[in-house]
């Protein structure tokens, strides 16, 4: 999947993301970490991914509205 590098002036407000990416057909969220880890996020409805992706505070949606709601696998 390829995935969207992220950049922030404030680092704090992407806190430890490197990139993200959204497969609309399998509605499938994927997250790289600076730590090198790939989580997929699985029933990620488009309007979420879009919701991350304005988000000024990357990290904390991650934490608050995605990774406590869907089901997720590390894939590396």
């Not at 969207?4 to 057909?25: Q, W």
């Not at 600076?34 to 949606?61: A, C, H, T």
């Amino acid at each position: 999947m390829e995935r969207t590098p992220l950049e922030d002036k404030d680092s704090r407000m992407i806190g430890n993301l490197r990139s993200v990416g959204y497969d609309s057909e399998k509605n499938i969220l994927e997250i790289e970490y600076n730590l090198g880890f790939i989580y997929q996020y699985y029933s990620v409805p488009k309007e979420m991914f879009d919701k991350l992706m304005s988000e000024r505070n990357k990290i904390v949606f991650v934490q608050e509205r995605i990774a406590k709601q869907y089901r997720s696998q590390r894939i590396k």
